[in-house]
C-alpha cells in the first residue's frame, strides 16, 4: 500500500470533502503525480503541506483531478434520440419536465438541454438544476461565455436564436438562461432532489470506481419520479439497470420502473 498517497487521500477529504478513494486510483493518482512533480515535490506529504496553504495551489488541485472538458450536442446522435423518443414519451405523461444535468461542467450540457426542451412542442414548462463539484465550472457556466471554437457545432439556426455574437465568441441569451439553476454539489456525497422526470449524468461516472458507481445508480433511481429517465455518457452503459429498478428504454437512456 503506498501510505503516502493514502494519507494525501485522507487529508483531501478532511479539507474539501472529495473522496478520492472514489475515483478509479491508477487513473488518478498518475494525473496527481503529473501535478506533484510539475510543483517539484517529492512527496504526497510535502506537495500537501504547500497546497493546503496555498489557496493558487488548491484550485490548480482542483482543476487537475476534475476534467471538465465538455461541448454543446455532445454526441449529437444520442440527443437526437432523446428528441426524438425520450421526450415525446415523457410529454405524454406530464407537460412540465423537471431535469437534472449533474456533473455539468461549464454549462454547455445543460444549455443543450435548454435549446431542445425550447424547441420541443408540448412542454408547458421546465427547469434544469444544473450541478457540479468545481465552482470554477460553475462560474464560467452561470456567465455562458463561450469561445467561437466552443459553439461551432451548434446548429446555426439555434447559434443565431440562443446566442449574441461579442467580439470573441458567443454569449447564451437569458430565455435559455432563464430555465437553469447552478448549484454546487458533489454527487457522491451530497443529497440530491427527487421526483425529477430526465437525469442527465453524462462523461464523469467513467471515472469513478464501481462501488461508487453502485451507490450512484441508486441515487438516481430515487431521485427520478416512476417513469423518468436517466441519460448517461456513451461509453457509460448500465450493465445490471434492473438491480436499480431502472429499464433499457434506448441505448445510454434508462426508464425508471413502475412500481
Ligand atoms: C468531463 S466533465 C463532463 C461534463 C458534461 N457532463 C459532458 O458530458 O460534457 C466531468 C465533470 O464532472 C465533475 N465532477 C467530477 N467529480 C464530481 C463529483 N464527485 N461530483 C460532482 N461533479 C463532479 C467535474 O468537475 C467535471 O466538470
Not at 472538458?69 to 449529437?76: A, G, I, L, M, Q
Request: charged share 30%; with cysteine; aromatic share 12%.
Amino acid at each position: 500500500m503506498d501510505l503516502d498517497y493514502e494519507g494525501f487521500k485522507k487529508n483531501i477529504w478532511q479539507m474539501t470533502g472529495i473522496d478520492l478513494s472514489k475515483y478509479k486510483e491508477a487513473q488518478m493518482k498518475r494525473r496527481l503525480i503529473a501535478l506533484r512533480e510539475k510543483r517539484s515535490f517529492r512527496t504526497f506529504s510535502d506537495y500537501y503541506q504547500s497546497l493546503s496553504a496555498d489557496k493558487n495551489m488548491r484550485e490548480e488541485f482542483l482543476d487537475r483531478m476534475t476534467i471538465n472538458v465538455s461541448e454543446f450536442y455532445r454526441n449529437p446522435s444520442r440527443w437526437e434520440v432523446l428528441e426524438q423518443k425520450i421526450l415525446p414519451r415523457l410529454l405524454e405523461e406530464r407537460s412540465s419536465l423537471k431535469v437534472w444535468s449533474a456533473a455539468c461542467s461549464t454549462g454547455e450540457e445543460p444549455y443543450t438541454l435548454s435549446m431542445i426542451l425550447s424547441e420541443t412542442s408540448g412542454i408547458s414548462n421546465f427547469s434544469i438544476l444544473a450541478t457540479d463539484l468545481d465552482e470554477h465550472v460553475l462560474e464560467h457556466a452561470k456567465n455562458g461565455y463561450y469561445l467561437e471554437k466552443a459553439v461551432q457545432d451548434v446548429p446555426l439556426l439555434k447559434k443565431k436564436r440562443y446566442f449574441s455574437k461579442q467580439e470573441l465568441g458567443y454569449r447564451v441569451c437569458d430565455d435559455l438562461k432563464k430555465h437553469v439553476a447552478f448549484k454546487k454539489q458533489n454527487l457522491l456525497s451530497d443529497s440530491c432532489g427527487n421526483d425529477f422526470d430526465l437525469i442527465v449524468c453524462r462523461n464523469v461516472m467513467i471515472y469513478f470506481t464501481e462501488e461508487a458507481k453502485t451507490a450512484l445508480y441508486e441515487k438516481f433511481s430515487k431521485a427520478l419520479r416512476p417513469g423518468g429517465t436517466l441519460f448517461v455518457g456513451s461509453t457509460e452503459q448500465i450493465f445490471n439497470p434492473g438491480l436499480y429498478a431502472l429499464e433499457t428504454e434506448e441505448p445510454f437512456f434508462y426508464r425508471k420502473k413502475e412500481k
